[in-house]
């Protein structure tokens, strides 16, 4: 959120204008109608900074992403972060996989075991897995203030070792925007009966 504080000619009062971003949930009519009486000097006029500044609310705000925008957006960037998970464990690409998940993430896999970030990165490394198929879909994303949940099916094959494997799944992924990015803190993968 913005704030700009500014006062009028031979008046000692002060305004402040407050533009709103597309996550707080209030409706721009309202904004429109505060900004309005608070643009209101003594005697009913707006001074020329405040309707300049309600000018530029309106116009940003024209221009900014709806709600619903933000959401498809949001969604999007988290389907292809997903995306790009399954990429980076099909070529071991372990930098990326450790650019995607937070420092205290937790995953559990299908058989119950849980290993923490040192650990699930470790396992990438292991020379003995070798990755041949990595497939994701049927992925549903909910998102609430700065976390977000990205439910789906995956279907993964390959060996490790000599031992060849196949699964057909689902997964629930919880990613939080911190310092500016969408970071995964908890993976949990369940299989399919067949």
Not at 5 to 26: H, L, P, Q
Not at 103 to 126: M, Q, W
Not at 157 to 179: C, I, L
Request: hydrophobic share 40%; net charge positive; glycine share 8%.
């Amino acid at each position: 959120m913005v704030k700009a504080t500014g006062g009028y000619a031979g008046d000692k009062s002060k305004v402040a204008i407050r533009v709103f971003d597309s996550s707080m949930r209030i409706s721009r009519a309202m904004v429109d109608m505060i900004m309005l009486k608070q643009a209101r000097t003594r005697r009913g006029k707006p001074s020329t900074i405040v309707a300049l500044a309600l000018c530029f609310l309106l116009t940003s705000g024209a221009l900014a992403q709806s709600p619903k925008d933000l959401y498809a957006s949001e969604s999007a960037k988290l389907e292809g972060l997903e995306r790009m998970w399954n990429q980076a464990q099909l070529s071991r690409d372990v930098a990326a996989i450790a650019s995607m998940i937070g420092d205290k993430f937790i995953n559990t896999e299908y058989d119950g075991e849980v290993s923490d970030r040192k650990k699930f990165l470790a396992d990438f490394k292991d020379p003995e897995y070798q990755p041949a198929i990595m497939n994701i879909g049927e992925m549903k994303v909910e998102l609430y203030a700065n976390t977000a949940i990205v439910a789906g099916s995956y279907h993964t094959k390959g060996s490790y070792g000599t031992k060849p494997y196949e699964h057909f799944g689902r997964f629930t992924d919880t990613w939080v925007f911190q310092e500016g990015k969408w970071v995964c803190v908890a993976s949990h993968t369940s299989l399919l009966k067949k």
